[in-house]
């Protein structure tokens, strides 16, 4: 068993890994921590798993140094039901990826694993903030931006949420925004079936009045409704939209990623000729296909909760699980936890009585 120091341990960010919880196994998620590795001296590891599994895989990329892990032999499938893994998870590697957090011996849990029992398993363990009454999952999404992305939420904590969740959402998402792409003033908008005012369910309708409400105190700026095909675009940083809609936004934007990648592959292969070409463009078909990549954009942050937990995809390889230790690690750099909870404390509670909503903001998050 890897037993560094905790001399080295304290001088470095400490990640707490599930090994366990993806579908290509601990292989692929030890190959993803041996990326990060590599590319940062800064970061450690508290990988979750059966040791025996894990020993080898650790060994063998000669990440003894940066690694200690914790033996523990139940996984969390894809298939559970979060309450039963509420109920009887103690011994799974999810369980003890959390409780590192929950402990203070890790600043950022990852997990590949079953998205419904990390969230719950977060909640529960983690606590929300004060003043959260729904966490969300946040995501990178590929944009027009100088930056590079747009942050959307939620994209499947939850499948539906009130005006009130949404104005929270536009709160959070700013701070992540702010903290994570280094936005001074991000742009938020709300996603809905049209631009015009008129357009959109009652709640979306509400929302929109509380967020722009909420913005000058809290220092973004509101663009009002956006649509699907603004997500990429360079018109808004924060999307805010319920966990329902986000979700299979995110899914139909990452098929299509994939479409277009494999789609570009026949088409250089089609001919001789064709294969030429390729050989031509394959600098820029190269920053394309990065670009376009959905794994190097992995790790949707669940936000509202006294610790950060990153949930990287199920299917991800070790360039994804890498992408997402990359996220938990400038994310843990920047303190973002304290800076969320700085953030939400400061704005009280919507005001039920009138359909308004006030927002004492200042400079936390």
């Known amino acids: 068993m890897a037993d560094p120091t905790r001399a080295d341990l304290s001088e470095r960010v400490v990640i707490s890994v599930d090994a366990m919880g993806g579908d290509q196994g601990p292989a692929a998620v030890v190959a993803g921590i041996a990326n990060s590795a590599q590319k940062n001296p800064k970061i450690a590891f508290i990988v979750h798993g059966p ?36 109920r009887h998870g103690q011994g799974t590697s999810m369980w003890s990826a959390i409780e590192a957090v ?47 992305f747009n942050v959307m939420l939620d994209v499947g904590a939850d499948i539906s949420a009130d005006a009130h969740d949404l104005l929270q959402y536009a709160l959070m998402g700013m701070s992540y925004a702010r903290n ?64 329902f809609t986000g979700n299979v936004a995110l899914k139909t934007g990452e098929g299509t990623a994939t479409l277009i990648r494999d789609f570009l592959k026949q088409a250089f292969k089609a001919t001789p000729l064709s294969r030429i070409a390729a050989l031509l463009a394959v600098t820029s078909l190269r920053r394309l296909t990065k670009r376009i990549d959905p794994r190097r954009v992995n790790g949707g942050v669940f936000l509202g909760l006294n610790g950060t937990v990153v949930k990287s995809h199920g299917s991800a ?12 690690f400038k994310l843990a750099e920047s303190r973002f936890t304290e800076r969320l909870a700085a953030r939400v404390a400061s704005a009280p509670a919507p005001r039920q009585d009138a359909g308004q909503q006030e927002v004492k903001s200042g400079q936390a998050g």
């Open 317 to 328: 390889d070790a360039t994804g699980v890498s992408a997402a230790i990359k996220l938990a």
């Open 102 to 148: 929950r402990n203070g011996e890790a600043e950022v849990c990852v997990s590949c694993g079953n998205t419904g029992a990390l969230m719950l398993l977060s909640v529960v363990r983690l606590r929300k903030l004060p003043g959260v009454n729904r966490p969300a999952i946040a995501c990178l999404w590929p944009s027009r931006n100088p930056g590079g």
């Open 180 to 243: 994570g792409l280094e936005l001074e003033r991000p742009r938020v908008g709300v996603l809905n079936l049209g631009t015009e005012d008129h357009k959109g369910r009652p709640e979306l309708k509400e929302a929109a009045d509380l967020i722009e409400a909420a913005a000058p105190a809290a220092q973004f700026d509101y663009v009002g409704f956006v649509e699907g095909g603004d997500i990429p675009s360079d018109r808004v940083d924060v999307i805010v939209t319920d966990g």
């Open 51 to 86: 040791e025996e599994e894990l020993g080898p895989l650790v060994a063998r990329r000669k990440l003894s140094d940066r690694c200690e892990i914790r033996d523990v032999r139940d996984v969390v499938k894809m298939d559970d039901k979060p309450g039963n893994v509420m």
